[in-house]
């Protein structure tokens, strides 16, 4: 059963600091990472996707790849109150093209 | 461009009745997907078509859920009869490539009695 898990929180951090956001998935043949961003009664929407392993900047989004150890994470700098949401972590299956989706980490910016 | 279009947004129904949404994907994305989401947790697959064909729908319950997406736009589950557990919101996304970003609709918020 190919797994991909997160804290599902809530993470709590202060306006202006930095947000981290970890991932883990179990399968080795994953090529590509995507985080997705869903408000309260809203549908998700993408912030940023991988491929690499390294990081890959956006604004103030950073996502991180690590395939040796595969985990995925993604860093939000300078936060504000707006970037309160849950953040899901999504990996497409290496063989079978099966997306599996994480829990989501809720995550609260503190004013 | 508009995004994808998923209707009703709300339906309340009693258990042991049918149900039906309806989705409209971007046009040209020829991946679409259904999804289900409860509270708490993140989507998980129904279904996924490329094009006309179900390509994957190993999760959707078929003794009860039925989709179809005919010509290969247009997309409609259908849950009869709906059971309590049902409640959930169900998801429609679609993306131009497999694997590839996924665009979601406003979701349907349905609520089993």
């Known amino acids: 059963q190919k797994e991909v898990e997160q804290n599902s929180g809530p993470l709590s951090v202060p306006e202006g600091a930095i947000a981290s956001l970890n991932c883990t998935y179990s399968d080795r043949g994953s090529q590509s990472f995507f985080w997705y961003r869903q408000y309260s009664g809203k549908s998700p929407e993408l912030i940023m996707f991988?491929?690499?392993?390294g990081d890959k900047e956006d604004g103030r989004f950073t996502a991180q790849l690590n395939k040796a150890s595969q985990y995925v994470s993604l860093l939000i700098r300078d936060s504000q109150p707006s970037d309160s949401a849950t953040y899901l972590c999504a990996v497409p299956g290496g063989r079978d093209d099966k997306i599996i989706f994480g829990k989501g980490t809720r995550l609260h910016i503190l004013p | 461009e508009a995004g994808v279009v998923q209707s009703p947004r709300y339906k309340i129904i009693e258990k042991k009745q049918p149900v039906a949404f309806w989705c409209n994907p971007i046009s040209g994305h020829n991946t679409l997907y259904w999804y289900l989401q409860n509270l708490g947790q993140g989507p998980e697959l129904l279904i996924r078509?490329?094009?006309?064909?179900?390509?994957?729908d190993s999760q959707l319950p078929k003794d009860r859920f039925s989709a179809e997406r005919l010509k290969g736009v247009d997309s409609t589950l259908k849950i009869q009869p709906a059971e309590l557990g049902d409640s959930a919101v169900y998801l429609c996304?679609?993306?131009?490539?497999?694997?590839?970003?996924?665009?979601f609709g406003p979701g349907t918020r349905l609520t089993v009695l």
């Open positions: 078509y490329e094009n006309e064909e179900a390509v994957d």
């Open positions: 996304a679609s993306s131009s490539r497999s694997q590839g970003e996924q665009f």
């Open positions: 991988i491929y690499s392993n």
